[in-house]
Nanobody, 124 residues
Framework: QVHLEESGGGLVQAGGSLRLSCATS????????IAWFRQAPGKAREGVAC????????YYVDSVKDRFTVSRNNAKNTVSLQMNNLSPEDTAVYYC?????????????????WGRGTQVTVSS
């Protein structure tokens, strides 16, 4: 059964960095697209980054471009989100999501499987 579990969240000062990990099981990671989403209290869930299953192409929304980097390690069945130069606006619960043979997308409706999320808090 497909299972995703995020880790690496925590408290960081503005301008700092944090690396999130998504441990996966129950599927072949290299044939699944992976995306990261986040949701702040009172706000809708938003996609932030994705990694294609076909060609490892990446996509980042404008708010995180040049600050966030998504990557996968197929041998370890993990996906990472490196977040640099964090700001308080990045504070949210971060989720990883996946779907088989899906190209890069940051639309939540394109994903069938989700982790439970990890909290990221950025202080001023």
């Amino acid at each position: 059964q497909v299972h995703l579990e995020e880790s690496g969240g925590g408290l960081v000062q503005a301008g700092g960095s944090l690396r999130l990990s998504c441990a996966t099981s129950g599927f072949t990671l290299d044939v699944y697209a992976i995306a990261w989403f986040r949701q702040a209290p009172g706000k809708a869930r938003e996609g932030v980054a994705c990694l294609s299953n076909s060609d490892d192409a990446t996509y980042y929304v404008d708010s995180v471009k040049d600050r966030f980097t998504v990557s996968r390690n197929n041998a370890k069945n993990t996906v990472s989100l490196q977040m640099n130069n964090l700001s308080p606006e990045d504070t949210a619960v971060y989720y990883c999501a996946t779907n088989r043979r899906l190209s890069c997308s940051v639309s939540g409706s394109d994903y069938n499987f989700w982790g439970r999320g990890t909290q990221v808090t950025v202080s001023s």
